[in-house]
């Protein structure tokens, strides 16, 4: 089975994924696709370097993300650009990437993780998809202090995103994760079961 998982900025997806993983499942992780296509030789970054300009890089070559983030988290008009410069390689190595682990495990369990399931329209590709979901205060909380931002900033965030809620109400299981550790993993032996997964 292939499972698309997804969630907010800050809603603790990598958690999630790693619980499956630790059970036996495999992970194909958009943002790990999404860092690689942005490495210094790659068509995807220097497209983006043509587009968005050399300020956007450290002087080593390498993506200054910070710099980008300020360009195009409050224009969305420049986030549409951004994705349509980045998105077609990052999703055809996904497509790649799952469809060469359920050839070579086709009972295993391939959890897709991608931050901007819904928002890319990416529903389709899977059989069924997990929101790892956090209210909207609590992902203003954890961003603000795990990146040491003000609220402005971290509802920047939020607001280029699809709302919380609605994902929550597109999935086909919901993982709570906004209380401690053992909750969010109890919850992921119970889907585990559900899913007759050994």
Not at 37 to 64: K, S
Request: glycine letters at 6%; hydrophobic letters at 45%.
């Amino acid at each position: 089975m292939i499972m698309g998982l997804t969630g907010g900025i800050a809603s603790g997806k990598s958690t999630v994924s790693a619980l499956f993983v630790n059970k036996g499942a495999k992970l194909v992780d958009a943002d790990v696709i999404a860092r690689e296509v942005m490495l210094p030789g790659h068509q995807v970054l220097a497209a983006t370097v043509r587009h968005f300009g050399q300020d956007i890089l450290f002087p080593d070559g390498t993506l200054n993300r910070a710099k980008l983030g300020e360009i195009v988290f409050r224009d969305p008009e420049a986030i549409q650009t951004l994705n349509d410069l980045t998105h077609p390689a990052i999703r055809q190595e996904i497509r790649s990437r799952m469809q060469e682990m359920d050839t070579l495990e086709p009972e295993r369990l391939i959890i897709v993780d991608i931050p901007l399931l819904f928002e890319s329209n990416l529903q389709g590709m899977f059989e069924e998809i997990v929101v790892v979901y956090v209210p909207r205060e609590v992902q203003l909380a954890r961003l603000m202090e795990r990146n040491n931002w003000s609220r402005e900033q971290a509802e920047d965030r939020l607001n280029a995103q699809m709302d919380i809620e609605l994902k929550r109400s597109k999935a086909s299981y919901v993982i709570d994760n906004s209380g401690n550790l053992a909750h969010t993993e109890m919850q992921v032996e119970k889907l585990w079961d559900r899913l007759g997964l050994l």
